[in-house]
């Protein structure tokens, strides 16, 4: 648990360095780390996923999920010392619904497939 906080922190410091006006809610009760007001002025959410060096496949597995506007995840895999960036309709588009098992309904995405390439980033200018 305390890996992924120091994550958020991660991302969020690096956001503010960019010019994101941050915002890091008490409970995170809809799946929202970050509230932040981007360059151009629009409030967004966004979700952070972390693997740690131990889990080098960047499968994000078992994640509850509703589509909406100005919501993004940012996964991060601290083996290869990576981010990606995906709007909530980029991630429902590209991520596979999990039909059988605990877990019918959720989703998983893995990062690593070459069909997400373009949203491996540098930074947090693709969050508009």
């Known amino acids: 648990m305390s890996f992924g906080k120091a994550i958020e922190y991660k991302v969020a410091s690096e956001m503010i360095r960019e010019g994101f006006e941050v915002y890091l809610p008490t409970v995170d009760d809809h799946g929202v780390d970050i509230v932040a007001r981007t360059i151009k002025g629009n409030i967004v959410e966004v ?42 309709a980029d991630f429902v588009k590209y991520a596979s619904v999990n039909k059988v098992g605990k877990h019918i309904g959720k989703y998983s995405i893995n990062v690593k497939s070459k069909s997400l390439l373009p949203f491996k980033v540098a930074n947090y200018s693709s969050i508009v």
């Open 47 to 88: 979700q952070v996923k972390a693997l740690s060096k131990s889990q080098k496949s960047g499968l994000f597995a078992a994640i509850n999920h509703t589509s909406r506007a100005n919501f993004y995840f940012v996964f991060y895999l601290e083996a290869i010392d990576s981010t990606w960036i995906l709007s909530s």
